[in-house]
């Protein structure tokens, strides 16, 4: 599971009440989080500029050293408290404890310098802690074999640890019902949407800045072993259980029109 800093705060205790419920039917939820709002948040009070390039945060020294503390040291820690306060169990980690993330610098790191691609999971950390009855929380910072820290977009994160854990499904909670398209001039959310159609939706301009990188993700561990991803609103009523029982909630990233459930 993949929830937004921002989204995870907003989140009505019910959310929470229904992970504990999930995990005690035997389901070993997951989940990475991103932090946006409050690095850019962070970052205006020490006087630190930002930009984004394709929707990636430009990340120097100085931003890294914020986006570490906001997710590793902040975030992390505000979901682990919740899902405690909830009466299920959660354990804190970043991408550079037990180098969880390995990562190497993105292609275009010469625009958005030390943002980084996962290379690794060692989902073998991630086994155990849920073999000891803890829901993993994990912060998306990478690490490479030399020490260096890389800023790593939390769709793509979640997308990787997703991959390297072998699970069929990936649930993207955010703070819009899923996918939107226009028909016949109102915007309409997609029950259903192909990769071949995600990619003609982005050359559109349909799919633009911040979900880019989380359609980009869900194709990517879609093309490994994830069999669906689901993107979906925390705020709808019974949304985890509808998402991993019943389906009919947000929209749903297939790999072809084989995969259709109509």
Excluded at 184 to 191: D, I
Aim: charged share 20%; net charge negative; hydrophobic share 45%.
């Amino acid at each position: 599971m993949k929830c937004g800093g921002s989204t995870l705060a907003a989140l009505p205790v019910s959310f929470f009440d229904e992970l504990n419920e999930l995990q005690r039917e035997g389901v070993k939820p997951v989940i990475v989080h991103g932090g946006g709002p409050a690095i850019s948040e962070t970052l205006s009070k020490l006087g630190i500029e930002t930009e984004f390039v394709n929707g990636l945060r430009k990340t120097n020294e100085a931003v890294l050293d914020v986006v570490e503390m906001v997710l590793s040291g902040g975030i992390n820690k505000e979901i682990v408290r919740k899902i405690l306060q909830n009466g299920a169990q959660a354990f804190g980690l970043s991408g550079v404890d037990g180098q969880l993330i390995l990562a190497k610098p993105a292609a275009n790191a010469h625009e958005i310098g030390f943002v980084g691609e996962v290379t690794e999971v060692n989902a073998a950390i991630i086994e155990v802690v849920m073999e000891m009855g803890y829901i993993p929380v994990i912060a998306p910072i990478g690490i490479d074999e030399d020490g260096q820290r890389y800023n790593i977009n939390a769709d793509t994160a979640a997308g990787a640890v997703a991959s390297h854990l072998g699970v069929e499904q990936m649930i993207v909670v955010t703070d819009v019902p899923g996918i939107l398209k226009t028909v016949n001039g109102e915007k309409q959310v997609l029950a259903e949407v192909t990769v071949t159609e995600i990619e003609a939706m982005i050359a559109s301009g349909e799919i633009y800045g911040g979900m880019i990188p989380k359609v980009r993700a869900a194709v990517q561990c879609i093309q490994g072993k994830v069999r669906e991803v689901v993107i979906v609103s925390g705020q709808e009523p019974g949304v985890l259980t509808r998402a991993v029982r019943e389906g009919g909630i947000g929209t749903r990233i297939i790999r072809t029109n084989e995969g259709r459930l109509s």
